[in-house]
């Protein structure tokens, strides 16, 4: 029986919107709260995010200061939506360079000679072969408070598992039934990819990307927990949490609020990533047995390629 794909990053979107659970729903709704309500504190508040007033340190939260103030009198509330709002950016920055290096260098090694992809193999084993965390700290230390190094040395440690993941899937992907019959049909390497590697690999690079934001920004507060870092008077969750710590007896409250914007931030992609739940949805589309893929997919890719076929002229059915 013939299954009907998504091809389109519409069609994609729209289909992983569907299939998604009530964890992931509930993720993405605490998500776009903690970034809207960030983005309209720092739109709308009237306080500066370095503005100190050293006669009202360490206030409790009050109607002038919703989360009280800190130990130079700057306002939590502005210095915590800032924070949130560039962990976040620096997560999703950090997530989407590294599975696109990842998913590309990953279909190059599949498609391209062999000495090529022996090469890209063999830098994925050096990096694997160094702890991610001494790599990002090592670069971070070289010029500490730099955004553009963390977001190189985060991004570099990630790229792996992408690429891991998305060779050994096409691999699989391009010895099954069903691309062995696109083959046959005349298709190339362009539509095997889009009708068939990306559909099957789609569920599971938005898991491992949810799950990539939430240790991308772990990274990055703990980086602000050893002072190699974002430096101040930039806030950072991570480095916001060590300058209030020395006052946890004078004000808890203000050290917990850095601490818990971090779980909520992490606990929000983690639940998006739901990869049990996705998993189980997926599998029955695009993993499909021998027999099915002999008969059904076949007959699917044949009918596809008359349609079009009826439809354009010659010189473009040859380019497809």
Request: with cysteine; hydrophobic share 50%.
């Given at each position: 029986?013939?299954?009907?794909?998504?091809?389109?990053?519409?069609?994609?979107?729209?289909?992983?919107?569907?299939r998604?659970?009530?964890?992931?729903?509930?993720?993405?709704?605490l998500?776009?709260?903690?970034?809207?309500?960030?983005?309209?504190?720092?739109?709308?508040s009237?306080?500066?995010?370095?503005?100190?007033?050293?006669?009202?340190?360490?206030?409790?939260?009050?109607?002038?200061?919703?989360?009280?103030?800190?130990?130079?009198?700057?306002?939590?509330?502005?210095?915590?939506?800032?924070?949130?709002?560039?962990?976040?950016?620096?997560?999703?920055?950090?997530v989407?360079?590294?599975?696109?290096?990842?998913?590309?260098?990953?279909?190059v090694?599949?498609?391209s000679?062999?000495?090529?992809?022996?090469?890209i193999?063999g830098?994925?084993?050096?990096?694997?072969?160094?702890?991610?965390?001494?790599?990002?700290?090592?670069?971070?230390?070289?010029?500490?408070?730099?955004?553009?190094?963390?977001?190189?040395?985060?991004?570099?440690?990630?790229?792996v598992?992408?690429?891991?993941?998305?060779?050994?899937?096409?691999?699989?992907?391009?010895?099954?039934?069903?691309?062995?019959?696109?083959?046959?049909?005349?298709?190339?390497?362009?539509?095997?990819?889009?009708?068939?590697?990306?559909?099957?690999?789609?569920?599971?690079?938005?898991?491992?990307?949810a799950?990539?934001?939430?240790?991308?920004?772990?990274?990055?507060?703990?980086?602000?927990f050893?002072?190699?870092?974002?430096?101040?008077?930039?806030?950072?969750?991570?480095?916001?949490?060590?300058?209030?710590?020395?006052?946890?007896?004078?004000?808890?409250?203000?050290?917990?609020?850095?601490?818990?914007?971090?779980?909520?931030l992490?606990?929000?992609?983690?639940?998006m990533?739901?990869?049990?739940?996705?998993?189980?949805?997926?599998?029955?589309?695009?993993?499909?047995?021998?027999?099915?893929?002999?008969?059904?997919?076949?007959?699917?890719?044949?009918?596809?390629?008359?349609?079009?076929?009826?439809?354009?002229?010659?010189a473009?059915?040859?380019?497809?």
């Amino acid at each position: 029986m013939p299954t009907n794909y998504p091809t389109s990053l519409s069609q994609l979107t729209v289909s992983a919107f569907n299939r998604m659970s009530v964890k992931q729903f509930v993720g993405l709704v605490l998500l776009i709260a903690m970034l809207g309500l960030s983005l309209l504190v720092l739109c709308f508040s009237g306080f500066s995010i370095d503005g100190q007033n050293l006669q009202h340190t360490l206030t409790i939260p009050s109607l002038e200061h919703w989360l009280g103030t800190d130990q130079y009198g700057r306002s939590m509330l502005m210095r915590l939506a800032s924070a949130i709002v560039l962990s976040l950016m620096l997560g999703v920055i950090c997530v989407l360079t590294a599975s696109i290096a990842g998913v590309g260098l990953g279909l190059v090694s599949v498609f391209s000679p062999a000495r090529l992809a022996g090469f890209i193999d063999g830098v994925s084993n050096i990096v694997l072969a160094l702890p991610a965390l001494v790599i990002v700290l090592l670069l971070s230390a070289m010029v500490p408070g730099s955004l553009l190094l963390i977001y190189i040395a985060i991004a570099l440690v990630q790229w792996v598992e992408y690429y891991r993941v998305t060779r050994q899937r096409a691999i699989a992907i391009l010895a099954s039934p069903r691309a062995e019959n696109s083959r046959l049909l005349g298709f190339d390497n362009r539509y095997l990819i889009k009708r068939h590697i990306i559909p099957d690999l789609a569920p599971t690079l938005s898991t491992m990307m949810a799950f990539g934001a939430a240790n991308a920004i772990l990274m990055m507060a703990g980086l602000g927990f050893v002072y190699v870092g974002i430096q101040p008077p930039t806030a950072e969750l991570g480095l916001m949490s060590v300058e209030l710590f020395p006052y946890y007896q004078q004000a808890p409250w203000l050290v917990a609020q850095p601490l818990v914007a971090i779980s909520l931030l992490v606990l929000s992609f983690h639940l998006m990533a739901d990869s049990d739940r996705t998993s189980s949805k997926v599998s029955p589309e695009c993993h499909l047995t021998s027999d099915n893929s002999a008969n059904g997919n076949f007959a699917n890719d044949s009918s596809a390629k008359e349609s079009t076929a009826e439809n354009q002229s010659p010189a473009e059915v040859s380019k497809l």
